[in-house]
Nanobody
């Protein structure tokens, strides 16, 4: 199983980016998916998650600016990031709680860099 993320890059403050991530390989289904980010020298932190029922959870710092969504048929999750700030610059990691036949396993993508210029 692999999670392949894309969509990071350089954007000016106030701009937008859309991150995408798709799970591929052999598995039964995908439960919760989401995005985490990591600032230099810090631990990875939650940005947003979404269940397969569509229920979402956001970090307070991104509420109202970021929107998480998913396409269950394509095992994909997306993060629309608007009104980006320099404080949002980080490596963003895709996450998936994937059911491999009889048990769930947490998978992570390799990370995609988001840079926000002031």
């Amino acid at each position: 199983v692999q999670l392949q993320a894309s969509g990071g890059g350089l954007v000016q403050s106030g701009g937008s980016l859309r991150l995408s991530c798709t799970a591929s390989g052999t598995f039964h289904s995908v439960n919760r998916m989401g995005w985490y980010r990591q600032f230099p020298g810090q631990r990875r932190e939650l940005v947003a998650t979404i269940g397969n029922d569509g229920k979402t959870n956001y970090a307070y710092s991104v509420k109202g600016r970021f929107t998480i969504s998913r396409d269950n048929a394509k095992n994909s999750v997306f993060l629309q990031m608007n009104m980006l700030k320099p404080d949002d610059a980080a490596v963003y990691y895709c996450y998936g709680d994937i059911i491999e036949y009889y048990y769930a396993v947490d998978y992570w993508g390799k990370g995609t860099l988001v840079t926000v210029s002031s």
